[in-house]
């Protein structure tokens, strides 16, 4: 499914990455987008790229409903502007030196670079959006596909919000972090889907299957982001399987850890968690603890709940058979994949 | 005209701010539109509060043309919001610790919390615009409207990127001074009156006056603001008259002073705009060079030819006789202001 829709996707984005007038944005863009090195020079090997799960998801879910995929190409393209513009603004947020093994924007051409970079792909992505109502998308739908993005865009920063808000806290519940990794990464998935289905078809309810589809493959997906996160591969990842431990950071893994411990594991973890640097035995004790807890096993069964709820989600919808194959396919590489 | 659209501007305004959901980022976007002290206490005076220039073009434009001003609202609300979001964002970018003789957002709550409420702002801007399509708004106006905007909002960065490469220069042409301030400044400006027109009529012609109106509106203020920047009264602008200069901003007088200077004056430009860090006796060097070269009564005569042209791009228009007053006194105060 990713193959089908790459070339599409990748159409869409290059009519909007290189912008004329961005002068020298445009590399710090391209760059990370992972088209260029850092001098602009086309990348010899793609594989810097990210995945391209939104737009792949708008697509599919615009195909799903028998959809004019050419109508969907700039949404597509909007959505995965929107989410890099994201990541480029995180990386600055975090303080974060490398993404996708490679170092990040800010750490190359400095902040207020970087801030600048991520203000244009962000207005450049609302910009994609609105060339929809060129390509025969009617200015309802796209006035309607615009809010259903910008409303998702601003779920995903109170997401941000409520993440931060939980570094200070070492009390959180499972519900909570549910209720914030649905707006953090959550928003922007079922986005990708409710578009591409608002798109093909006019009836409410079956936008809004898709919808919750979206939704608990948003959830499915960032729980099993969470576990790699700790137990990944970290060559597969292209993240450092230490650093969300190191970093103290509140995913999955930590929230259940310092919920269920108790006794002598509780007073460590408070201790750990209370520290402003970890030693390597701190992170030792950390993924200790969080495997005598059953944290993996826990993780791994809440990923494929989400992933029956999102197969049953479109249960009620009339879709062809191919459909229904691919969004197996899609849930079950989305709930066991390895990177 | 100011007074006359206050309260409904304001009403848009606290349409989106502050937004549920958005916790505790609510209180900063609050206290950067002048609207609450750091706590969110409602300020006692809104002395702090901006000049709102923009929307009450917007809703100027809409009402000279006879417009429902309900409808112009949201997207008058939508442009002092995407303004202000770049005010915050500028403020991380320059590191500067004050605006409006207040602490700005980053230097209360850290960047990582204003960039995100920056970010918010700008999202909060882009909804404001398309809740247009429930004030009536056809949603082809509401696209098109969309598209202004965000065509606008991007040629502003570009105006960014323009500037931040005039820091590393010392021959910057009036030519590209104008260019950089037509897209930094002016394009938002634009924007403003040309949304306005656009919500109020149907004819190409009519807005495109408009929107040149708004061009040569927009680059009278900005060379009047940069006049004030270095000759302004500190207390009436609430800026440090010296800190253009100080801080080697490449502002008018700075780009005609080092365009025009010959000899030992020249000299001593350039070695001053080389230093890292400027002495009161440099500040006072450049500054008398400037004086001895007419600067500030080359930066006049500029306001004031496009002040004029300002007020020639609406000859053509059919417009009441009160529009025509009210074009005048608005294009006199921008020229003019002390503040």
């Known amino acids: 499914m990713f193959a089908r829709y790459k070339d599409l996707v990748e159409e869409g984005l290059a009519g909007m990455v290189p912008f004329p007038g961005l002068a020298d944005l445009n590399i710090p863009m391209q760059y990370h987008l992972g088209w260029t090195d850092r001098d602009g020079n086309r990348a010899a090997t793609p594989a810097s790229q990210g995945k391209a799960l939104r737009p792949t998801l708008c697509m599919f879910a615009c195909e799903a409903l028998g959809g004019d995929l050419g109508q969907a190409v700039s949404a597509a393209a909007a959505i995965e502007l929107i989410h890099n513009f994201s990541l480029i603004h995180d990386d600055i947020q975090d303080q974060d030196a490398e993404r996708r093994h490679q170092p990040t924007v800010w750490s190359i051409w400095g902040q207020p670079k970087a801030l600048v970079a991520g203000d244009s792909m962000q207005c450049l ?29 601003l779920e995903m920063i109170e997401g941000q919000c409520l993440d931060l808000g939980f570094e200070a806290r070492t009390t959180i519940t499972t519900d909570e972090y549910l209720h914030m990794i649905a707006c953090k990464t959550g928003a922007l998935i079922r986005c990708s889907v409710e578009i ?63 919920d269920r411990a108790s006794g ?30 059953g944290a993996p096993q826990y993780a791994n069964r809440l990923t494929s709940e989400s992933a029956e709820q999102a197969t049953l989600a479109l249960a009620a919808v009339d879709l062809p058979g191919w459909v229904r194959d691919e969004v197996d396919q899609l849930v079950d590489f989305l709930a066991r994949r390895e990177f």
């Open 264 to 293: 002598g594991a509780r007073q460590d973890l408070h201790r750990i968690y209370a520290q402003e640097e970890l030693s390597d035995s701190d992170v030792e004790r950390v993924m200790t603890i969080m495997d005598e807890l």
């Open 125 to 153: 992505g609302d910009l994609s959006v609105l060339r929809g109502a060129q390509l025969g998308v009617s200015p309802a739908t796209a006035v309607r596909v615009s809010r259903i993005l910008t409303e998702g865009y």
């Open 196 to 258: 591409g289905a608002a798109l093909a078809n006019d009836d409410p309810e079956v936008t809004s299957a898709f919808a919750s589809f979206g939704n608990y493959l948003g959830r499915a997906f960032q729980i099993r982001d969470d576990y790699l996160g700790v137990w990944g591969d970290e060559v597969a990842t292209g993240k450092s399987t230490e650093s969300d431990i190191r970093r103290r950071k509140k995913s999955f893994p930590a929230v259940f850890a310092l």
